[in-house]
């Protein structure tokens, strides 16, 4: 045996020892460029999505297609668990990016409804109509959102890490999610919305007005209000965790469901 035959025979014994899914994984690079493309930061702190400019590029809407196509076909229930979680949700998140795509322009993702003549939560948004299968099974939105991440990670982080594309929503990244950085990202985003006025708002000295988020899923975040507090202590800057040491009460709660396509600046809402 010659000098390329014996390492073409290390190279075949090291691709077998290498997992199917490992070899299968897809490479996050076309997803981070068009994120980086389309994604893009404003002065009042909310990321906003060029829409507009995205679906004029036909060769950019296939490519989130042929990214949402790729990951179906990975096997997430092999992954470790940092891998798992970072896959949910840039899956998820791609997915939202494709049903706004397909029907821009509208106002908010709300105005997108679901399949289900007879289902009543159909009427409120796109996330009932099961939209991708992987591993046999089919998933909608909701049941990524709430079957997969919420139920089996059990992270409240996850509310920042998902994006509904609505204003009053965590920002959408403009990269993908990772295992590598995972937690710090998460704790970064965590930090970035609390400290946002769409997270939390002082306001008549002692009042709170928060996200809607810390309502919808109140569980995750500790239940009550005083754990609901003691979640946004954990990740508030200077200014905001020198209010919360007052112990204020949450007196309301609010959400934007206007587009995340800047359409609307700060100013009118």
Request: charged fraction near 25%.
């Amino acid at each position: 045996m010659d000098r390329r035959q014996v390492i073409g025979a290390v190279f075949l014994l090291v691709c077998a020892s290498i997992p199917v899914s490992a070899l299968a994984e897809p490479s996050d690079a076309t997803y981070d460029a068009l994120l980086g493309k389309y994604v893009l930061a404003s002065p009042d702190g909310v990321n906003r999505v060029d829409y507009k400019r995205w679906k004029a590029v036909s060769s950019d809407v296939a490519n989130l297609d042929a990214y949402i196509r790729e990951l179906s076909a990975r096997t997430p229930l092999k992954m470790p668990r940092d891998e798992a979680f970072a896959f949910w949700c840039n899956l998820y998140n791609a997915i939202t990016l494709k049903v706004v795509l397909d029907r821009y322009p509208v106002g908010s993702i709300q105005d997108i409804k679901s399949d289900g003549l007879f289902d009543p939560k159909a009427y409120f948004g796109p996330w009932r109509t099961k939209r991708i299968t992987v591993e046999s099974r089919s998933y909608s939105l909701d049941d990524i959102e709430n079957n997969v991440l919420r139920r089996v990670f059990k992270d409240p982080r996850v509310h920042y890490a998902i994006n509904c594309a609505s204003y009053s929503c965590p920002n959408l990244r403009n990269r993908a999610w990772t295992a590598a950085t995972l937690s710090a990202d998460l704790d970064q985003a965590a930090r970035d919305y609390v400290n946002h006025p769409r997270g939390v708002t002082i306001f008549a000295g002692n009042k709170l007005r928060v996200s809607s988020i810390y309502k919808w899923f109140a569980e995750d975040f500790g239940g009550t209000d005083a754990r609901k507090i003691a979640h946004l202590r954990k990740y508030a800057g200077p200014k905001l965790a020198a209010a919360l040491a007052s112990n204020p009460r949450i007196s309301e709660d609010g959400y934007d469901w206007s587009l995340n396509d800047g359409k609307r600046d700060a100013s009118s809402r």
